[in-house]
T-cell receptor, first 109, second 116 residues
Framework: QKEVEQNSGPLSVPEGAIASLNCTYS??????FFWYRQYSGKSPELIMF????GDKEDGRFTAQLNKASQYVSLLIRDSQPSDSATYLC?????????FGAGTTVTVRA | DAMVIQNPRYQVTQFGKPVTLSCSQT?????MYWYQQKSSQAPKLLFH???????NEADTPDNFQSRRPNTSFCFLDIRSPGLGDAAMYLC???????????????FGPGTRLTVL
C-alpha cells in the first residue's frame, strides 16, 4: 500500500463549479497534512495545511481532515481557469513529507 | 521577501559530465531538502540536512552527493549524469523536523536538468 494515495485524475470541472480532491494516508501517527499546487513546469506551492480534525477554510479553498478515517480532502469553490494545475497531497511522516502522485485539475471556461 | 532560490533554473550537461546545482535560503530554516521530480510523478526525496547533519535516503544513488557549507546554502552534485537523471531538481526548506512539528516545506523554483 502506498503511503499517500490520491484520487486518480485528471479531474475536469466547469468554471464556477466545486473541484473535490481526495487523499488517504497509511501512517496513523501523522499529524500534519499539506496541499501543494503545482503548475506545469513549476515547483510546488503550498496552498493549505491542516493539523486538526474538521474543516479549515482559506478563501476559495477548504481542507478537511478526518484522522480516524485517515482521510484529507481539498475543495476548491468557484473554480477558475487559473486553478488548472496538479494538486499534491503531502503528509508529515516524521523527518520528511510523503507525497501523493497528484491529481491534475482542468477548469473548463 | 524571505525565499528559497535555486540556480541555475535550467542546466544542460553532457552524459557523464559532472554538474552542480545550488540552493540558497533566506528563511533561516534548519532543514534543507533535495528532491528529484520526473514528469507526472511525485517529488522523490534524495536527502536532507538538519543543520550540518546529512541524511541520505536509502534508495538515492551514489552518483548524487550534497554539501551544505553553511545554513543558507546547499549544493547538489551529480558526479556522472546519465540520461535517466534528466528531471526537475527541487530544493526545499523547513524550520524543524519531526512528526509533531508543523513542518511546512517551502520549495524553490527548481532546476530543470537536461542530459545530452
Amino acid at each position: 500500500q502506498k503511503e499517500v494515495e490520491q484520487n486518480s485524475g485528471p479531474l475536469s470541472v466547469p468554471e464556477g463549479a466545486i473541484a473535490s480532491l481526495n487523499c488517504t494516508y497509511s501512517d496513523r501517527g501523522s499529524q500534519s497534512f499539506f496541499w501543494y499546487r503545482q503548475y506545469s513546469g513549476k515547483s510546488p506551492e503550498l496552498i493549505m495545511f491542516i493539523y486538526s480534525n474538521g474543516d479549515k477554510e482559506d478563501g476559495r479553498f477548504t481542507a478537511q481532515l478526518n484522522k480516524a478515517s485517515q482521510y484529507v480532502s481539498l475543495l476548491i469553490r468557484d473554480s477558475q481557469p487559473s486553478d488548472s494545475a496538479t494538486y499534491l497531497c503531502a503528509v508529515n511522516a516524521g523527518y520528511k513529507l510523503s507525497f501523493g502522485a497528484g491529481t491534475t485539475v482542468t477548469v473548463r471556461a | 521577501d524571505a525565499m528559497v532560490i535555486q540556480n541555475p533554473r535550467y542546466q544542460v550537461t553532457q552524459f557523464g559530465k559532472p554538474v552542480t546545482l545550488s540552493c540558497s535560503q533566506t528563511l533561516n530554516h534548519n532543514v534543507m531538502y533535495w528532491y528529484q521530480q520526473k514528469s507526472s510523478q511525485a517529488p522523490k526525496l534524495l536527502f536532507h540536512y538538519y543543520d550540518k547533519d546529512f541524511n541520505n535516503e536509502a534508495d538515492t544513488p551514489d552518483n548524487f552527493q550534497s554539501r551544505r557549507p553553511n545554513t543558507s546554502f546547499c549544493f547538489l552534485d551529480i558526479r556522472s549524469p546519465g540520461l535517466g537523471d534528466a528531471a526537475m531538481y527541487l530544493c526545499a526548506t523547513s524550520r524543524e523536523l519531526g512528526r509533531a512539528s508543523y513542518n511546512e516545506q517551502f520549495f524553490g523554483p527548481g532546476t530543470r536538468l537536461t542530459v545530452l
